[in-house]
DNA sequence: TTCGACCGAGGTATCGTTTCCTCAAGGGCG
DNA sequence: CGCCCTTGAGGAAACGATACCTCGGTCGAA
């Protein structure tokens, strides 16, 4: 279709310096068997032609792309722009580079498919799943190497590695019960459903933990949120006070609602820690800088990267051929254990 | 090298189907001339042997990847997470869709270099100039359309979606006079380069509003900061403090900046905005939550991303073919304007 | 009855690289 | 002096898909 002037390709090189594509693609690589002369003349018209390869015609042929993807629900939530850097990070010095995409959170399927599809381009894939459905997920029959970074149990058609939802939200949530807090609000929580996502296993940890230290529990005081933003958490906490529902304590789904949360009490009036304490999830890097500063779960972020890393290189290394046996190896699923953070958003013992 | 079994392509399909490459990819992509028998058969046999187009081959003949490569320093930056979500809002119905990629703000040539060539595999590209030196981007002389949104004026060699750094950073300081604070940080701020990078920049419109205003300014207010990030604005108020210099208006080179140094006024008991007043500079969304809400330049944000996109679709457009007169058409550079948003740290008039 | 249009389908070149193999020339070693 | 190994270089086949062109058959219109 391109009208325009053609880009330069190996052959317009390989014509201008009189030797053949091969010898190009040998300079272009540092491969040797190359006279000294010959490597220098072909990189003079390289320069002077402006030459580039064509990554999609090596990566046809080379059948390898040097990129990694990684596919998340939204790119300004801070989680996984973080999560992106830890991955980016590690990957740089193994060569590799890492690629990110959105996949929406509710997307049309055509959409998702699409997005699916684009991942077949990449060594390897890294998917977080929050709002994906194992539906969707089986859809993704393609032979690159992916890890499952997520939330929840899923088919185990690959390797995933998981956060400990339930433990963590149970940790959260008997700190502030042994802080003192009686009535909790379980902020974007999400109960009466079989499915098991994110919302759902750390409300059952809420649960949990009124089970164990034996406090009873107000159904009402469990406030779902259609999206796990900033917004919305701000509006469910002023919802709640505008109902004239009670409360001295949040466990917040997100960090990022936390933050809503928080902003929202400032508003109503309502001091933290004093009055009511608030724990958020994720341990993202902005819970040092709110004030208060917010005591959040953290669900293994360091290892949580270096263990998606290590299951994908060893999935890429057996795909490559290198350890061929280890190609059809089961997957693997590990939980991380989660640990939570005090900080000033909940009272001293 | 791959040891493994092959993926199944458009061939297995035919053979598998009794029908020839061509009459699949027909199906595949909608096109007519396929008799509806024929069609089902061939759907049955993708369907049972769960083959998905090879995308890259596919690129390769088709030369265009519906797909969008947008280039960032940082992956973990708001500001940067919420342009990305922008662009690629505004892209999902033109069926092209968006992938983020990380510069690194002071990578080494060979990295730089090595993110610049994978960036021809996209349709357009979109990037961020912030620690791109002008060097590295003549380096950069691909032929597919790019656009640059950035902070300074560069070579252009590209189209170019400016923020109004000088302006923006000046509006934001008159407005701290004119509320009354006397002496004021620049909290990462920069001085004394014939760089013109973007604390530079807004360093430059700090002056310019106390020169306009007649107020006399304090060098040593000027606070540098390495690293844009929020523990570094943390640090650097604890540092000013610490040194006795003493200020009663803050304005950040960054929301994110302005989220640290927030937080370090609330550890050293100053008062937001009674004993020091805060601006900051990015109209990021975080600034709605902050305690107390931060008053912040909007460099017209919806507008930049608006912009950009239009720049881009227009050289595509070119690129392909359409309007085959514009594609040697100059550069255009243009500098969206930028306008404060008055929150809570900043004093009524 | 004949001719042209259209439909279904396939053959084949091509996108720009890399890779495998071949081959000639030169040099060291027995 | 002959043999073998190494070096420099090129020819040609992939990689997996799309697009152009061709071709036989059918049907409607003149």
Redesign the pocket.
């Known amino acids: 279709m391109s009208t325009g002037p053609?880009?330069?390709?190996?052959?317009?090189?390989?014509r201008a310096a009189?030797?053949?594509?091969?010898?190009?693609?040998?300079v272009?690589?540092g491969?040797?068997?190359?006279?000294?002369?010959?490597?220098e003349r072909v990189l003079d018209v390289v320069a002077e032609l402006g030459?580039?390869?064509?990554p999609?015609?090596?990566n046809?042929?080379?059948?390898?792309t040097d990129a990694i993807g990684l596919l998340v629900p939204e790119l300004d939530r801070p989680y996984f722009g973080q999560l992106a850097t830890r991955l980016a990070d590690a990957l740089e010095p193994t060569g590799r580079h890492l690629v990110v995409q959105r996949s929406g959170l509710s997307r049309a399927d055509e959409l998702a498919a699409a997005s699916f599809a684009r991942l077949r381009m990449y060594d390897g894939v890294i998917i977080t799943v929050v709002g994906l459905n194992p539906p969707d997920l089986e859809q993704l029959n393609f032979r690159t190497p992916v890890v499952l970074v997520g939330e929840r149990p899923l088919p185990r058609t690959f390797d995933h590695v998981m956060m400990d939802n339930v433990e963590g939200a149970a940790t959260a949530t008997a700190h502030l019960l042994e802080r003192g807090s009686r009535r909790i609000v379980m902020l974007g929580g999400r109960q009466g459903t079989t499915e098991q996502d994110m919302p759902t296993l750390r409300t059952l940890g809420y649960y949990k933990a009124h089970a164990r230290l034996g406090v009873p529990l107000d159904e009402r005081l469990v406030a779902p949120i259609r999206l796990l933003d900033m917004a919305s958490g701000y509006a469910a906490v002023r919802r709640l006070a505008d109902d004239g529902v009670a409360f001295d304590g949040i466990v917040a789904a997100t960090d990022v609602v936390a933050i809503g949360a928080l902003r929202a009490l400032g508003d109503l009036g309502i001091r933290v820690p004093a009055d009511v304490q608030v724990v958020g999830f994720d341990n993202i890097d902005e819970t040092e800088f709110t004030k208060p500063r917010l005591t959040s779960v953290d669900p293994g972020n360091e290892q949580i990267a270096a263990t998606v890393l290590r299951f994908l290189e060893s999935r890429m290394a057996a795909h490559s051929g290198e350890q061929p046996e280890a190609a059809d190896e089961p997957t693997v699923e590990v939980t991380i254990p989660a640990r939570l953070v005090v900080r000033e958003s909940t009272r001293p013992a």
């Open positions: 053609r880009a330069v390709t190996i052959g317009d090189v390989a009189q030797v053949s594509t091969t010898t190009v693609s040998k272009i690589n491969l040797p068997r190359v006279a000294p002369r010959t490597r030459y580039q390869a064509n999609t015609a090596r046809l042929r080379a059948g390898r």
